[in-house]
């Protein structure tokens, strides 16, 4: 089964700044899909950004990028100018192609100074 | 946008109950997944229906069945309730189709089961 590593529980930014969340994974296949999901206090999970593997180029959604680093099954979470509403637990996860479920991570914790 | 829509929001029961969470998934959507959030753990995955077929099995216990209907709606079913089946139930829903972008799954806000 893949697996997921978020090595961050917990992360701090100051408003307005940077901050990068890290995820690995482990997998042998070589097509599937990466994703952040986001979920605040209400406990709502939110779709952040997906990645498809076979795409080179990183995905970015207004302030939230990834780095994609295939060979090193490294998918990082940026998120650029960092506001009070990005308070959250964000979860990495894993869906591989044709199949159905999602593998998460343990998640980060990430909290915004104002 | 119409989102994936669960009821109940909240639910209390009793050891040894039944207790039946329901999902609406977006519409068009004709894939199911539910999945389970412990205190403080990530979601775990249950179980996945697409068009009405189980699609797929994860660690979902004997106690408990899923099913979809033909208006693509799921239900999980949960017998014998035990003090560790308290958890958020989150419901997921995506249309089926590999390598698109309509493969992405889109949570429901979860049903919080409690089980005293």
């Known amino acids: 089964a893949q697996t997921v590593t978020q090595s961050q529980p917990e992360m701090s930014v100051q408003e307005a700044e940077t901050v990068t969340l890290s995820c690995t994974y482990d997998t042998s296949e070589s097509d599937y899909y990466l994703f952040w999901y986001k979920q605040p206090p209400s406990r709502q999970m939110i779709l952040v950004i997906r990645q498809e593997a076979y795409k080179q180029q990183n995905a970015t959604e207004n302030r939230f990028s990834v780095n994609f680093q295939k060979a090193a099954k490294s998918f990082s979470l940026k998120i650029s100018d960092s506001q009070l509403g990005d308070a959250a637990m964000y979860f990495c996860a894993y869906r591989s192609d044709g199949g159905n479920q999602f593998y998460f991570g343990t998640g980060t914790s990430l909290t915004v100074i104002p | 946008a119409a989102g994936v829509i669960q009821s109940p929001r909240h639910l209390i029961k009793e050891k040894r109950e039944t207790a039946t969470l329901k999902c609406y998934p977006i519409?068009?959507?004709?894939?199911v997944y539910w999945y389970q959030q412990g205190p403080g753990q990530d979601p775990q995955f249950l179980i996945s229906f697409y068009e009405k077929m189980q699609s797929d099995k994860g660690s979902i216990p004997d106690r408990f069945s899923a099913q979809q209907f033909s208006d693509y709606h799921s239900e999980l079913n949960m017998s014998s309730l035990e003090l560790g089946d308290s958890a958020l139930y989150f419901c997921a829903s995506s249309l089926y189709g590999s390598g698109s972008s309509t493969d992405t799954q889109y949570f429901g806000p979860g049903t919080r089961l409690t089980v005293l």
């Open positions: 519409p068009r959507h004709d894939t």
